[in-house]
Protein backbone atom coordinates (compact mmCIF):
# COMPACT_ATOMS: atom_id res chain seq x y z
CA UNK A 1 0.00 0.00 0.00
CA UNK A 2 0.84 3.58 -0.79
CA UNK A 3 0.41 6.72 0.97
CA UNK A 4 0.34 10.47 -0.38
CA UNK A 5 0.00 12.91 2.32
CA UNK A 6 -2.90 14.80 2.75
CA UNK A 7 -2.21 18.01 1.07
CA UNK A 8 -3.63 21.10 2.71
CA UNK A 9 -6.92 19.75 3.70
CA UNK A 10 -6.30 20.41 7.58
CA UNK A 11 -4.13 23.13 7.06
CA UNK A 12 -5.68 26.78 8.66
CA UNK A 13 -5.84 29.67 6.62
CA UNK A 14 -3.15 32.10 9.10
CA UNK A 15 -0.76 30.28 11.60
CA UNK A 16 0.81 32.14 14.64
CA UNK A 17 4.64 31.26 14.80
CA UNK A 18 5.51 30.42 18.25
CA UNK A 19 8.80 31.83 18.10
CA UNK A 20 8.10 35.45 16.81
CA UNK A 21 4.16 35.40 16.90
CA UNK A 22 3.77 36.94 13.20
CA UNK A 23 0.57 35.78 11.94
CA UNK A 24 1.78 33.61 8.06
CA UNK A 25 -0.48 32.72 5.85
CA UNK A 26 -1.39 28.56 5.95
CA UNK A 27 -0.49 28.18 2.21
CA UNK A 28 2.83 30.02 2.94
CA UNK A 29 3.56 28.52 6.02
CA UNK A 30 2.87 24.79 4.18
CA UNK A 31 5.26 26.00 1.02
CA UNK A 32 7.95 26.75 3.77
CA UNK A 33 8.12 23.31 5.25
CA UNK A 34 6.42 24.90 8.85
CA UNK A 35 9.78 26.98 9.10
CA UNK A 36 8.30 31.02 9.85
CA UNK A 37 9.25 32.54 6.95
CA UNK A 38 10.21 35.71 9.37
CA UNK A 39 12.27 34.47 12.03
CA UNK A 40 13.43 30.70 10.60
CA UNK A 41 11.94 29.11 13.83
CA UNK A 42 11.48 25.36 12.82
CA UNK A 43 8.47 24.07 14.33
CA UNK A 44 7.46 20.24 14.42
CA UNK A 45 6.30 18.30 11.97
CA UNK A 46 3.73 15.51 12.18
CA UNK A 47 5.54 11.86 11.20
CA UNK A 48 3.15 11.57 8.05
CA UNK A 49 4.07 14.99 7.23
CA UNK A 50 7.53 14.08 7.87
CA UNK A 51 7.87 10.75 6.02
CA UNK A 52 5.85 12.91 2.83
CA UNK A 53 8.96 15.37 3.01
CA UNK A 54 11.57 12.96 2.95
CA UNK A 55 10.68 10.39 0.28
CA UNK A 56 10.55 10.65 -3.42
CA UNK A 57 7.01 11.74 -4.58
CA UNK A 58 6.27 11.93 -0.91
CA UNK A 59 5.34 7.97 -1.49
CA UNK A 60 5.96 5.71 1.23
CA UNK A 61 4.19 2.45 2.22
CA UNK A 62 4.30 1.88 5.87
CA UNK A 63 5.64 -0.95 7.73
CA UNK A 64 3.09 -3.45 9.09
CA UNK A 65 5.00 -4.13 12.29
CA UNK A 66 3.47 -5.69 15.54
CA UNK A 67 3.98 -3.56 18.57
CA UNK A 68 1.24 -3.17 21.09
CA UNK A 69 1.48 -0.76 23.79
CA UNK A 70 0.51 -2.30 27.12
CA UNK A 71 0.22 -0.86 30.55
CA UNK A 72 2.51 -3.27 32.37
CA UNK A 73 2.53 -1.27 35.95
CA UNK A 74 -1.02 -0.86 35.97
CA UNK A 75 0.43 3.20 36.06
CA UNK A 76 -2.37 6.16 37.39
CA UNK A 77 -1.11 9.60 38.02
CA UNK A 78 -3.79 12.15 37.51
CA UNK A 79 -5.13 9.95 34.58
CA UNK A 80 -4.65 6.12 33.78
CA UNK A 81 -1.66 5.33 31.57
CA UNK A 82 -4.53 3.59 28.98
CA UNK A 83 -6.65 6.90 29.04
CA UNK A 84 -3.76 8.52 27.98
CA UNK A 85 -2.72 6.11 24.94
CA UNK A 86 -6.45 6.64 24.15
CA UNK A 87 -6.28 10.30 23.70
CA UNK A 88 -2.95 10.17 22.09
CA UNK A 89 -4.01 7.73 19.47
CA UNK A 90 -7.40 10.07 18.93
CA UNK A 91 -5.82 13.00 18.44
CA UNK A 92 -2.89 11.92 16.28
CA UNK A 93 -4.18 9.18 14.50
CA UNK A 94 -1.15 6.96 15.05
CA UNK A 95 -0.57 4.15 16.72
CA UNK A 96 2.16 4.71 18.87
CA UNK A 97 5.19 7.97 18.64
CA UNK A 98 6.90 6.48 15.79
CA UNK A 99 5.86 5.56 11.98
CA UNK A 100 8.07 2.98 10.68
CA UNK A 101 7.92 2.88 6.39
CA UNK A 102 9.73 1.72 3.54
CA UNK A 103 10.31 4.64 0.85
CA UNK A 104 13.07 5.47 -1.70
CA UNK A 105 15.29 8.81 -0.81
CA UNK A 106 17.11 10.46 -3.75
CA UNK A 107 16.54 7.43 -5.43
CA UNK A 108 17.88 5.06 -2.67
CA UNK A 109 15.62 2.68 -0.88
CA UNK A 110 15.77 2.80 2.65
CA UNK A 111 13.94 1.80 5.90
CA UNK A 112 12.84 5.05 8.16
CA UNK A 113 11.57 5.36 11.68
CA UNK A 114 9.75 8.66 12.38
CA UNK A 115 8.90 9.45 15.60
CA UNK A 116 6.11 12.19 16.35
CA UNK A 117 6.89 14.64 19.25
CA UNK A 118 2.53 14.94 19.64
CA UNK A 119 2.53 11.28 20.31
CA UNK A 120 3.70 11.68 24.78
CA UNK A 121 6.01 13.96 23.77
CA UNK A 122 7.36 11.26 21.93
CA UNK A 123 7.86 8.97 24.68
CA UNK A 124 10.46 5.62 24.61
CA UNK A 125 7.77 3.38 25.86
CA UNK A 126 8.07 -0.21 24.73
CA UNK A 127 5.99 0.11 21.68
CA UNK A 128 8.53 2.70 20.57
CA UNK A 129 11.64 0.54 21.21
CA UNK A 130 9.69 -2.63 19.79
CA UNK A 131 8.69 -0.44 16.58
CA UNK A 132 12.63 1.34 16.59
CA UNK A 133 13.95 -2.74 16.64
CA UNK A 134 11.46 -4.26 14.56
CA UNK A 135 12.36 -1.72 11.60
CA UNK A 136 16.30 -2.34 12.04
CA UNK A 137 15.29 -5.96 11.74
CA UNK A 138 13.57 -5.30 8.85
CA UNK A 139 16.86 -2.82 7.25
CA UNK A 140 19.11 -5.75 8.44
CA UNK A 141 17.21 -8.65 6.48
CA UNK A 142 17.01 -6.86 3.55
CA UNK A 143 20.48 -4.88 3.39
CA UNK A 144 18.68 -1.34 3.32
CA UNK A 145 19.92 1.77 5.44
CA UNK A 146 17.81 2.72 8.27
CA UNK A 147 17.10 6.35 8.71
CA UNK A 148 16.22 7.52 12.17
CA UNK A 149 14.01 11.32 12.62
CA UNK A 150 13.99 11.53 16.11
CA UNK A 151 12.29 13.60 18.63
CA UNK A 152 11.54 12.89 22.43
CA UNK A 153 11.47 14.31 25.51
CA UNK A 154 13.33 10.77 27.21
CA UNK A 155 11.79 7.73 28.57
CA UNK A 156 7.65 6.78 28.92
CA UNK A 157 7.34 7.06 33.05
CA UNK A 158 4.02 5.30 32.90
CA UNK A 159 6.41 2.20 31.51
CA UNK A 160 8.97 2.50 34.69
CA UNK A 161 11.81 0.69 33.94
CA UNK A 162 10.54 -1.26 31.03
CA UNK A 163 11.15 2.03 29.18
CA UNK A 164 14.63 2.32 30.34
CA UNK A 165 15.24 -1.65 28.96
CA UNK A 166 14.13 0.05 25.10
CA UNK A 167 18.00 1.91 25.07
CA UNK A 168 19.85 -1.07 25.58
CA UNK A 169 17.61 -3.29 22.60
CA UNK A 170 17.61 -0.52 20.21
CA UNK A 171 21.05 0.27 20.90
CA UNK A 172 21.41 -3.72 19.74
CA UNK A 173 19.87 -3.68 16.87
CA UNK A 174 21.73 -0.66 15.84
CA UNK A 175 24.98 -2.90 16.72
CA UNK A 176 24.08 -5.57 14.36
CA UNK A 177 23.54 -3.10 11.56
CA UNK A 178 26.96 -2.03 12.35
CA UNK A 179 28.23 -5.60 12.14
CA UNK A 180 26.17 -6.00 8.82
CA UNK A 181 27.53 -3.30 7.18
CA UNK A 182 24.49 -1.45 6.69
CA UNK A 183 24.48 2.24 6.63
CA UNK A 184 21.94 4.39 9.64
CA UNK A 185 21.42 7.92 9.44
CA UNK A 186 20.34 9.95 12.41
CA UNK A 187 17.88 13.28 11.51
CA UNK A 188 18.27 15.06 15.35
CA UNK A 189 14.57 17.32 15.06
CA UNK A 190 13.53 19.63 18.18
CA UNK A 191 13.55 18.25 21.11
CA UNK A 192 15.45 15.00 21.22
CA UNK A 193 16.48 14.54 25.38
CA UNK A 194 16.73 11.54 27.39
CA UNK A 195 16.76 7.77 26.32
CA UNK A 196 16.09 8.73 22.97
CA UNK A 197 19.42 10.91 22.98
CA UNK A 198 21.37 8.26 24.88
CA UNK A 199 20.52 5.42 22.43
CA UNK A 200 19.27 5.07 18.92
CA UNK A 201 19.37 9.02 17.74
CA UNK A 202 23.35 8.69 18.60
CA UNK A 203 24.20 6.15 17.56
CA UNK A 204 23.87 6.46 13.43
CA UNK A 205 26.66 6.26 11.64
CA UNK A 206 26.08 9.93 10.29
CA UNK A 207 24.08 12.05 12.69
CA UNK A 208 21.83 15.03 11.10
CA UNK A 209 20.26 17.54 12.71
CA UNK A 210 17.82 20.07 11.79
CA UNK A 211 18.96 24.26 12.57
CA UNK A 212 18.34 24.93 16.18
CA UNK A 213 17.16 21.03 17.16
CA UNK A 214 18.16 21.02 20.65
CA UNK A 215 20.12 17.28 21.94
CA UNK A 216 20.74 16.15 24.82
CA UNK A 217 20.90 13.88 27.71
CA UNK A 218 19.55 16.01 30.57
CA UNK A 219 17.49 18.79 30.45
CA UNK A 220 18.52 22.60 30.73
CA UNK A 221 16.14 23.04 33.68
CA UNK A 222 17.51 20.10 35.25
CA UNK A 223 21.16 21.15 34.73
CA UNK A 224 20.60 24.40 35.69
CA UNK A 225 19.44 23.77 39.32
CA UNK A 226 21.93 21.00 39.37
CA UNK A 227 24.63 23.61 39.04
CA UNK A 228 23.30 26.68 39.58
CA UNK A 229 24.09 28.61 36.58
CA UNK A 230 22.14 30.23 33.88
CA UNK A 231 23.25 28.25 30.79
CA UNK A 232 24.17 30.06 27.68
CA UNK A 233 21.08 30.45 24.94
CA UNK A 234 23.02 28.07 22.25
CA UNK A 235 23.40 25.37 25.25
CA UNK A 236 22.65 21.72 23.60
CA UNK A 237 21.67 23.34 19.81
CA UNK A 238 22.81 21.63 16.43
CA UNK A 239 25.30 24.52 16.23
CA UNK A 240 26.52 23.94 19.62
CA UNK A 241 26.71 20.25 19.26
CA UNK A 242 28.26 20.40 16.04
CA UNK A 243 31.09 22.94 17.36
CA UNK A 244 31.81 20.27 19.83
CA UNK A 245 31.72 16.92 17.39
CA UNK A 246 28.58 15.39 18.24
CA UNK A 247 26.62 16.65 15.07
CA UNK A 248 27.76 15.59 11.42
CA UNK A 249 25.62 18.52 9.94
CA UNK A 250 23.32 20.81 10.11
CA UNK A 251 20.84 20.31 7.20
CA UNK A 252 17.75 22.62 6.73
CA UNK A 253 14.23 21.36 5.25
CA UNK A 254 14.30 22.05 2.55
CA UNK A 255 17.76 19.91 0.97
CA UNK A 256 17.48 16.69 4.00
CA UNK A 257 15.89 14.78 1.05
CA UNK A 258 19.45 15.36 -1.13
CA UNK A 259 21.73 14.90 1.77
CA UNK A 260 20.18 11.86 2.99
CA UNK A 261 19.82 10.68 -0.40
CA UNK A 262 23.81 11.43 -1.24
CA UNK A 263 24.50 9.26 1.83
CA UNK A 264 22.24 6.46 0.68
CA UNK A 265 23.64 6.14 -2.55
CA UNK A 266 27.33 5.95 -1.27
CA UNK A 267 26.80 3.15 0.49
CA UNK A 268 24.83 1.62 -1.96
CA UNK A 269 27.27 1.77 -4.92
CA UNK A 270 30.29 0.74 -1.94
CA UNK A 271 32.14 -2.08 -3.67
CA UNK A 272 31.15 -1.93 -6.82
CA UNK A 273 33.47 0.28 -9.14
CA UNK A 274 33.01 1.46 -12.36
CA UNK A 275 35.27 -0.58 -14.61
CA UNK A 276 37.71 1.69 -15.58
CA UNK A 277 40.13 1.49 -19.40
CA UNK A 278 43.51 1.51 -17.88
CA UNK A 279 45.34 4.82 -19.34
CA UNK A 280 47.68 4.90 -21.60
CA UNK A 281 50.51 6.04 -19.11
CA UNK A 282 51.34 5.48 -15.79
CA UNK A 283 49.97 8.05 -13.22
CA UNK A 284 53.25 7.79 -11.05
CA UNK A 285 56.68 8.20 -11.60
CA UNK A 286 58.19 5.09 -10.04
CA UNK A 287 61.58 5.15 -11.33
CA UNK A 288 63.57 7.73 -9.16
CA UNK A 289 66.19 8.17 -11.96
CA UNK A 290 63.56 9.67 -13.55
CA UNK A 291 63.48 12.60 -11.51
CA UNK A 292 65.46 15.47 -11.35
CA UNK A 293 67.72 16.22 -8.89
CA UNK A 294 66.14 18.87 -6.33
CA UNK A 295 67.90 20.97 -3.91
CA UNK A 296 66.06 19.62 -0.78
CA UNK A 297 65.98 23.13 1.20
CA UNK A 298 63.98 24.74 -2.03
CA UNK A 299 61.87 21.80 -1.94
CA UNK A 300 61.20 22.35 1.15
CA UNK A 301 60.00 26.07 0.46
CA UNK A 302 57.42 24.35 -2.64
CA UNK A 303 56.29 21.72 -0.59
CA UNK A 304 55.09 24.95 1.93
CA UNK A 305 53.80 26.86 -0.91
CA UNK A 306 50.71 28.64 -0.21
CA UNK A 307 50.01 28.68 -3.40
CA UNK A 308 49.69 25.12 -3.17
CA UNK A 309 45.73 23.62 -4.08
CA UNK A 310 44.51 22.29 -0.30
CA UNK A 311 42.83 19.14 0.73
CA UNK A 312 39.70 21.38 0.14
CA UNK A 313 40.83 22.43 -3.31
CA UNK A 314 41.24 18.58 -4.52
CA UNK A 315 38.08 17.91 -3.04
CA UNK A 316 36.59 20.95 -5.35
CA UNK A 317 38.50 19.57 -8.55
CA UNK A 318 40.06 15.61 -8.10
CA UNK A 319 37.10 14.42 -6.05
CA UNK A 320 33.17 14.82 -6.95
CA UNK A 321 29.62 14.65 -4.64
CA UNK A 322 32.17 15.74 -1.61
CA UNK A 323 30.04 15.23 2.03
CA UNK A 324 31.74 16.58 4.63
CA UNK A 325 30.78 14.97 7.78
CA UNK A 326 31.98 16.93 11.54
CA UNK A 327 33.27 15.76 15.06
CA UNK A 328 34.94 12.93 16.27
CA UNK A 329 31.84 12.20 18.04
CA UNK A 330 33.99 12.86 21.74
CA UNK A 331 35.30 16.38 22.41
CA UNK A 332 35.29 18.26 18.97
CA UNK A 333 35.38 18.91 15.13
CA UNK A 334 39.45 20.16 14.75
CA UNK A 335 39.23 22.37 11.36
CA UNK A 336 42.91 20.87 10.31
CA UNK A 337 41.41 17.80 9.48
CA UNK A 338 38.34 17.71 7.12
CA UNK A 339 36.83 14.50 5.82
CA UNK A 340 33.38 13.03 4.62
CA UNK A 341 32.22 11.01 1.40
CA UNK A 342 32.95 11.72 -2.12
CA UNK A 343 33.38 10.06 -5.39
CA UNK A 344 36.87 9.75 -7.25
CA UNK A 345 36.48 8.90 -11.04
CA UNK A 346 33.18 7.82 -10.29
CA UNK A 347 33.43 5.04 -7.35
CA UNK A 348 32.72 6.56 -3.72
CA UNK A 349 35.31 7.14 -1.12
CA UNK A 350 35.89 8.16 2.44
CA UNK A 351 38.50 10.98 1.89
CA UNK A 352 40.29 12.72 4.63
CA UNK A 353 43.06 15.34 4.35
CA UNK A 354 44.31 18.17 6.22
CA UNK A 355 43.59 21.25 5.59
CA UNK A 356 45.79 24.81 5.76
CA UNK A 357 44.93 27.68 3.61
CA UNK A 358 45.95 30.41 1.35
CA UNK A 359 45.45 33.78 3.23
CA UNK A 360 47.07 34.24 6.59
CA UNK A 361 42.97 33.79 7.51
CA UNK A 362 42.44 30.61 6.16
CA UNK A 363 45.54 29.53 8.08
CA UNK A 364 44.38 30.67 11.19
CA UNK A 365 40.91 29.34 10.87
CA UNK A 366 42.85 25.59 10.23
CA UNK A 367 45.61 26.29 12.90
CA UNK A 368 48.22 26.06 10.20
CA UNK A 369 47.28 22.57 9.01
CA UNK A 370 48.21 21.05 12.78
CA UNK A 371 45.83 18.72 13.77
CA UNK A 372 44.26 18.68 17.62
CA UNK A 373 43.26 14.73 18.80
CA UNK A 374 40.45 15.82 17.84
CA UNK A 375 41.23 15.79 14.52
CA UNK A 376 42.79 12.51 14.62
CA UNK A 377 40.25 10.67 16.20
CA UNK A 378 37.36 12.33 13.34
CA UNK A 379 39.83 10.58 11.00
CA UNK A 380 39.79 7.44 12.59
CA UNK A 381 35.77 7.51 12.94
CA UNK A 382 35.73 7.92 9.60
CA UNK A 383 37.96 5.19 8.44
CA UNK A 384 35.72 2.78 10.64
CA UNK A 385 32.92 3.90 9.13
CA UNK A 386 34.60 3.09 5.72
CA UNK A 387 35.40 -0.31 6.78
CA UNK A 388 31.80 -0.46 7.49
CA UNK A 389 30.74 0.22 3.96
CA UNK A 390 33.34 -1.22 2.61
CA UNK A 391 34.47 2.05 0.95
CA UNK A 392 38.21 2.73 -0.09
CA UNK A 393 39.93 5.62 2.18
CA UNK A 394 41.53 8.16 0.43
CA UNK A 395 44.03 10.30 2.44
CA UNK A 396 45.79 13.43 1.83
CA UNK A 397 48.93 14.59 4.07
CA UNK A 398 49.53 18.28 4.08
CA UNK A 399 50.88 18.87 7.77
CA UNK A 400 53.82 20.70 9.18
CA UNK A 401 52.59 18.05 12.27
CA UNK A 402 50.22 17.39 14.64
CA UNK A 403 49.51 20.83 17.03
CA UNK A 404 52.34 21.14 19.95
CA UNK A 405 50.25 22.90 22.14
CA UNK A 406 49.43 22.37 26.03
CA UNK A 407 45.69 21.56 25.08
CA UNK A 408 46.59 19.06 22.38
CA UNK A 409 48.54 17.24 25.26
CA UNK A 410 46.20 17.36 28.04
CA UNK A 411 43.61 15.49 25.34
CA UNK A 412 46.17 12.86 24.77
CA UNK A 413 47.42 13.93 21.37
CA UNK A 414 50.41 10.86 21.36
CA UNK A 415 47.17 8.86 21.88
CA UNK A 416 45.49 9.85 19.32
CA UNK A 417 47.88 9.28 16.71
CA UNK A 418 48.88 5.70 18.12
CA UNK A 419 45.62 4.89 17.75
CA UNK A 420 45.40 5.89 14.19
CA UNK A 421 48.33 4.22 12.97
CA UNK A 422 46.96 0.75 14.44
CA UNK A 423 43.58 1.44 13.65
CA UNK A 424 45.24 1.92 9.77
CA UNK A 425 47.31 -1.38 10.04
CA UNK A 426 43.94 -2.99 10.49
CA UNK A 427 41.56 -2.12 7.98
CA UNK A 428 40.53 -4.25 5.46
CA UNK A 429 39.41 -1.87 3.04
CA UNK A 430 42.12 -0.09 0.40
CA UNK A 431 43.81 2.80 1.80
CA UNK A 432 45.69 4.81 -0.78
CA UNK A 433 47.76 8.39 0.65
CA UNK A 434 48.95 11.22 -1.46
CA UNK A 435 51.64 13.60 0.44
CA UNK A 436 50.02 16.87 -1.70
CA UNK A 437 52.36 19.07 0.03
CA UNK A 438 54.28 18.99 3.56
CA UNK A 439 54.40 15.68 5.66
CA UNK A 440 55.32 16.27 8.91
CA UNK A 441 56.10 13.81 11.37
CA UNK A 442 54.24 11.45 13.41
CA UNK A 443 50.99 13.79 12.34
CA UNK A 444 51.40 13.11 8.54
CA UNK A 445 51.71 9.66 9.11
CA UNK A 446 49.02 9.39 11.61
CA UNK A 447 46.81 10.06 7.94
CA UNK A 448 49.45 7.77 5.80
CA UNK A 449 49.22 4.23 6.96
CA UNK A 450 48.24 3.18 3.37
CA UNK A 451 48.61 0.27 1.18
CA UNK A 452 49.76 2.84 -1.48
CA UNK A 453 51.40 6.17 -0.71
CA UNK A 454 52.52 8.91 -2.95
CA UNK A 455 53.30 12.28 -3.39
CA UNK A 456 53.35 15.03 -5.63
CA UNK A 457 57.37 15.75 -6.89
CA UNK A 458 57.69 18.84 -5.00
CA UNK A 459 56.05 17.49 -1.42
CA UNK A 460 58.60 16.60 1.73
CA UNK A 461 57.52 14.03 4.48
CA UNK A 462 60.19 13.53 7.07
CA UNK A 463 60.54 12.69 10.75
CA UNK A 464 61.11 16.07 12.03
CA UNK A 465 61.32 19.99 10.46
CA UNK A 466 64.40 20.89 8.80
CA UNK A 467 64.63 23.62 11.34
CA UNK A 468 63.85 21.37 14.37
CA UNK A 469 66.75 19.36 13.09
CA UNK A 470 69.08 22.43 12.79
CA UNK A 471 68.36 23.49 16.36
CA UNK A 472 68.86 20.13 17.94
CA UNK A 473 71.74 18.21 16.04
CA UNK A 474 73.87 21.94 14.51
CA UNK A 475 72.21 23.95 17.68
CA UNK A 476 71.57 25.96 14.70
CA UNK A 477 68.82 26.72 12.74
CA UNK A 478 70.46 28.53 10.04
CA UNK A 479 71.59 25.01 9.59
CA UNK A 480 68.18 24.13 8.15
CA UNK A 481 69.16 23.82 4.70
CA UNK A 482 71.87 21.46 5.28
CA UNK A 483 69.52 19.62 7.79
CA UNK A 484 66.84 19.39 4.74
CA UNK A 485 69.40 17.55 2.74
CA UNK A 486 70.82 15.38 5.47
CA UNK A 487 67.10 13.91 6.49
CA UNK A 488 66.40 12.91 2.42
CA UNK A 489 63.16 14.93 2.43
CA UNK A 490 63.14 15.45 -0.97
CA UNK A 491 60.27 12.76 -3.58
CA UNK A 492 62.97 11.52 -5.38
CA UNK A 493 65.02 10.14 -2.29
CA UNK A 494 61.43 9.46 -0.51
CA UNK A 495 60.99 7.24 -3.51
CA UNK A 496 64.16 5.38 -3.27
CA UNK A 497 63.92 4.98 0.28
CA UNK A 498 60.77 3.26 -0.76
CA UNK A 499 58.72 5.40 1.91
CA UNK A 500 56.95 6.30 -1.12
CA UNK A 501 55.46 4.23 -3.70
CA UNK A 502 55.25 6.96 -6.94
CA UNK A 503 55.55 9.95 -7.20
CA UNK A 504 53.08 12.78 -8.92
CA UNK A 505 54.88 14.68 -11.66
CA UNK A 506 53.85 18.51 -10.90
CA UNK A 507 52.68 21.06 -13.58
CA UNK A 508 55.50 23.50 -14.74
CA UNK A 509 55.80 26.15 -11.71
CA UNK A 510 54.66 23.36 -9.11
CA UNK A 511 50.77 22.52 -8.20
CA UNK A 512 50.14 25.92 -7.59
CA UNK A 513 50.64 27.11 -11.14
CA UNK A 514 47.83 25.05 -12.41
CA UNK A 515 45.57 23.40 -9.99
CA UNK A 516 43.37 21.99 -12.78
CA UNK A 517 46.43 20.09 -13.75
CA UNK A 518 47.45 18.74 -10.69
CA UNK A 519 43.88 17.90 -9.57
CA UNK A 520 44.01 15.86 -12.62
CA UNK A 521 47.24 14.42 -11.74
CA UNK A 522 46.16 13.12 -8.34
CA UNK A 523 42.71 11.89 -9.81
CA UNK A 524 44.49 9.51 -12.08
CA UNK A 525 47.36 8.54 -9.51
CA UNK A 526 44.83 7.56 -6.83
CA UNK A 527 42.22 5.51 -8.96
CA UNK A 528 45.15 4.28 -10.43
CA UNK A 529 46.62 2.87 -7.31
CA UNK A 530 43.13 1.85 -6.12
CA UNK A 531 42.48 -0.05 -9.44
CA UNK A 532 45.81 -1.74 -8.38
CA UNK A 533 44.04 -3.05 -4.90
CA UNK A 534 40.61 -3.97 -6.43
CA UNK A 535 41.76 -7.63 -7.05
CA UNK A 536 43.10 -8.14 -3.42
CA UNK A 537 40.52 -9.43 -0.87
CA UNK A 538 40.18 -7.70 2.54
CA UNK A 539 42.15 -9.76 4.27
CA UNK A 540 45.07 -9.24 1.60
CA UNK A 541 44.41 -5.39 2.05
CA UNK A 542 45.43 -5.81 5.59
CA UNK A 543 48.72 -7.95 4.79
CA UNK A 544 50.13 -6.06 2.35
CA UNK A 545 49.54 -2.80 4.28
CA UNK A 546 51.42 -4.45 7.37
CA UNK A 547 53.76 -6.04 4.95
CA UNK A 548 54.92 -2.49 4.02
CA UNK A 549 55.06 -0.91 6.93
CA UNK A 550 56.80 -4.28 8.15
CA UNK A 551 59.91 -3.74 5.94
CA UNK A 552 61.37 -0.77 7.19
CA UNK A 553 64.29 -1.16 9.27
CA UNK A 554 64.76 -5.01 7.60
CA UNK A 555 68.12 -5.74 6.67
CA UNK A 556 67.26 -6.80 2.83
CA UNK A 557 65.34 -3.62 1.73
CA UNK A 558 66.41 -0.67 3.18
CA UNK A 559 70.08 -0.68 3.57
CA UNK A 560 70.47 -1.69 -0.34
CA UNK A 561 68.53 1.16 -0.77
CA UNK A 562 70.53 3.53 1.55
CA UNK A 563 73.54 1.71 -0.26
CA UNK A 564 72.12 2.30 -3.86
CA UNK A 565 72.09 6.16 -2.58
CA UNK A 566 74.95 6.57 -2.34
CA UNK A 567 76.72 4.56 -5.04
CA UNK A 568 76.87 6.69 -8.34
CA UNK A 569 73.63 8.00 -9.59
CA UNK A 570 72.74 7.60 -13.46
ZN1 LIG B 1 8.59 33.35 13.47
Not at 209 to 237: C, H, S
Request: one cysteine or more; charged letters at 25%.
Amino acid sequence: MTQTVERTLEEPRWVLCPGCATPVYGRRWQRNLHVCPECGRYTPLSARRRLALLVDDGHYEPLDLDARSEDPLGFVDTVPYPARLAEARARTGLHEAVLCARGRVGGAPAVLAVMDFRFLGGSLGSAVGELITLAAEVALAERTPLVIVSASGGARMQEGVLSLMQMAKTAAALGQLDEAGVLTVSLVTDPTYGGVAASFATLCDVILAEPGARLGFAGRRVIEQTIREKLPPEFQTAEFLRERGVVDRIVPRARQRTEIGRLLRAAADAGTPEPAPAPDAAATVRDPHRLPEADAWEQVRRARDLSRPTTLDYLATAFTDFLELHGDRISGDCPSVVGGLARLAGRPVVVIGQQKGHTAAELARRNFGMPMPSGYRKAARLMRLAEKLRLPVVTLVDTPGAFPGADAEERGQAVAIAENLRLMSSLTVAVVTVVIGEGGSGGALGLAVANRVLAFGSAVYSVISAEGCAAILWKDPAAAPRAAAALRVTARDLLRLGVVDGVLVEPDGGTGADPSAAADALRRAVAEALRELDGLTPAQLRADRRGRFRQYGSALTVESELRSMTGPRR
